[in-house]
């Protein structure tokens, strides 16, 4: 229980990357959701505007970025420039999170997982190891299309699944893009959440693979 208390002492300001809007709420917003409860300094940055070859534009996309934050307010929102599906793991890039980085203290950075189907989240989990060389830690949250992702960390969201459902129902181009599908995005999140939490004994948890964390003086 102590060494738990320890992570998250350690952790004071933390930035969350994620490749296109939803891919925070997806993936890990719990977990920041219990940060920002717990005082810490929580920014989001979102790589790109989300408009793609199904026809989504950016306009729509954003305007249910912003909605789902304006649920719960983080104390910094960054949106990148980049095009979906055409982020590159180049300088540029990595500059550009590496100076996000440095104004904000940024000393633990959730990222999306390298392996995976989607190039934008191959990219993104990339460019924020490069980035990482300025803060002390780096760990991977699970997208929806992450391959091979076998968590060695939990976080006990059992207090904000909820408040995480709420968020998700802000993105009513995806709910409906899976509805197409006749899959339920939210049914399947939350169980995910849940099997996470059956592997902790907890009610809800989210898991995440640690890639590299600075244990400090305790």
């Not at 960390?153 to 899976?178: A, G």
Request: proline share 1%.
């Amino acid at each position: 229980m102590f060494f738990k208390q320890y992570i998250f002492k350690n952790m004071n300001s933390i930035l969350i990357i994620g490749a296109h809007p939803d891919d925070i709420e997806l993936g890990c917003v719990g977990t920041a959701l219990k940060l920002k409860s717990m005082g810490k300094k929580v920014y989001c940055l979102i790589l790109t505007k989300g408009e793609n070859w199904e026809k989504k534009t950016y306009k729509e996309r954003i305007f249910e970025q912003n909605k789902s934050f304006e649920i719960e307010s983080f104390d910094g929102v960054y949106i990148g420039k980049y095009r979906d599906e055409c982020i590159k793991w180049e300088t540029e890039a990595i500059d550009y999170v590496s100076n996000i980085i440095k104004e904000n203290s940024i000393d633990t950075i959730f990222s999306q997982y390298y392996l995976d189907s989607h190039q934008d989240h191959i990219a993104v989990s990339h460019i924020a190891r490069s980035a990482s060389m300025y803060c002390k830690n780096l760990i991977y949250y699970e997208s929806l299309t992450s391959l091979q992702f076998y968590p060695n960390f939990y976080v006990d969201i059992s207090l904000y699944e909820r408040q995480k459902e709420k968020m998700l129902k802000s993105f009513t181009s995806q709910l409906e893009k899976y509805e197409k599908r006749n899959q339920n995005l939210i049914e399947y999140i939350h169980s995910k959440d849940k099997l996470n939490g059956i592997k902790q004994h907890l009610d809800f948890a989210e898991g995440f693979i640690v890639e590299k964390y600075l244990l400090e003086e305790l």
